[in-house]
């Protein structure tokens, strides 16, 4: 039992010792939940999911700051979306973008989105994930044969390739696997 979630137990204990009526549920679930916040929210929206999930893994909106998801859901933009065609009918894609502004990086306060939302302050919003200081720091340790010169992961935009609950919206570094490169830490 980590130190914190022994204080809320001992503390719901305490406090429904003292007769006051406590659900000790909800209370638990305040004190624990700041550490599952860590990670990003998943993708809850099936549009988004089908959409923009079918060429790549459908990248969480916490990802990108509110600036980015504008340049990139628009007709226009869709249109020659890094050499590809993405275009969306209007309603879908009025779906698409609102649930993706709602939840963009700046809107939420996971620790994550909150990194990502600072490394963007007062800088031209990137339309890459890949190109956002925070997440590009992370990465920039790790040798080009094993991301472009790796057929299983072609680029860094692959997130899915190595980050093995990247779906879930959780990149913690223990969940990493390279693929062709089991041993990459060595
Ligand atoms: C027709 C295929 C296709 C569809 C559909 C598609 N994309 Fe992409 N997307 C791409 C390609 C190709 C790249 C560039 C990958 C690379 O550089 O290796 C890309 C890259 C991206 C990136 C930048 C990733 C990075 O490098 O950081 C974002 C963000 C993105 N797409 C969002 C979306 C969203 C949101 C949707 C849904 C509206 C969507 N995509 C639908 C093909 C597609
Ligand atoms: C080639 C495999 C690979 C790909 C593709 C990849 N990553 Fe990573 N990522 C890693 C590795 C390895 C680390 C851990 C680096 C380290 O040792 O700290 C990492 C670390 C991270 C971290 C920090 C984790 C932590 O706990 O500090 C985040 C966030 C992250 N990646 C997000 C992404 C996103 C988003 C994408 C896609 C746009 C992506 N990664 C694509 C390999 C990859």
Redesign the pocket.
């Known amino acids: 039992m980590n130190k914190r979630y022994k204080s809320a137990v001992l503390l719901a204990g305490l406090l429904s010792l003292s007769g006051i009526a406590v659900a000790e549920e909800s209370l638990l679930q305040a004190v624990v939940t700041p550490f599952r916040q860590k990670e990003l929210v998943p993708v809850d929206n099936k549009q988004y999911q089908d959409e923009c999930g079918s060429c790549h893994f459908a ?1 969480q909106p916490g ?1 990108l700051p509110s600036k980015s998801w504008e340049k990139l859901l628009n007709d226009k933009a869709l249109s020659e979306h890094f050499g590809e065609n993405a275009e969306l009918d209007a309603d879908t894609l009025k779906v698409i973008r609102d649930y993706a502004l709602a939840n963009a990086a700046d809107k939420s306060y996971h620790k ?1 989105s909150r990194k990502i939302a600072i490394a963007m302050e007062n800088i031209e919003a990137p339309l890459r ?2 190109e956002v200081r925070y ?1 590009k720091r ?2 920039h ?2 040798p080009d044969k ?2 472009k010169g ?1 057929k299983d ?1 072609k ?5 899915d ?3 093995t609950q ?1 779906a879930k919206g959780v ?3 223990d969940t ?1 696997k ?1 693929p062709n490169y089991p041993d ?2 060595d």
């Open positions: 990248y990802l994550r994930i890949t997440i992370k990465h340790e790790i094993m991301i790796n992961v680029s860094l935009s692959y997130c390739a190595c980050h990247a990149f913690d570094e990493v390279i990459w830490e």
